[in-house]
């Protein structure tokens, strides 16, 4: 149970810290696919911090890692660099 409450507690948090203001090149965005279409992409967050393109390529892949292992997940996550496309 304590795992359902993290996981949207780590989104909205990631997501609070979004400032828009980095340059398309050292944004990342963290998406994953759905449990009935392997090929869908959902967002989740967009790593778009003043700090640079390590930074949110970290920060992504972090996230995408905790998403991962949280235990009964069947979903894939992933990160890729450049704004949110569909």
């Not at 090929?39 to 967009?46: D, Y």
């Not at 790593?47 to 979903?75: H, I, M, S, W």
Request: hydrophobic share 35%; glycine share 6%; charged share 25%.
């Amino acid at each position: 149970m304590r795992s359902r409450i993290l996981i949207p507690a780590l989104v909205v948090a990631l997501s609070a810290c979004s400032g828009g203001s980095s340059s398309d090149s050292s944004i990342f965005v963290l998406y994953r696919n759905s449990v009935t279409d392997e090929n869908m992409r959902i967002h989740l967050a967009t790593f778009d911090a003043a700090d640079g393109e390590a930074y949110n390529r970290g920060n992504c892949d972090q996230a995408k890692e905790l998403f991962q292992r949280q235990p009964g997940v069947k979903t894939k996550f992933w990160c890729e660099k450049g704004r949110f496309r569909k």
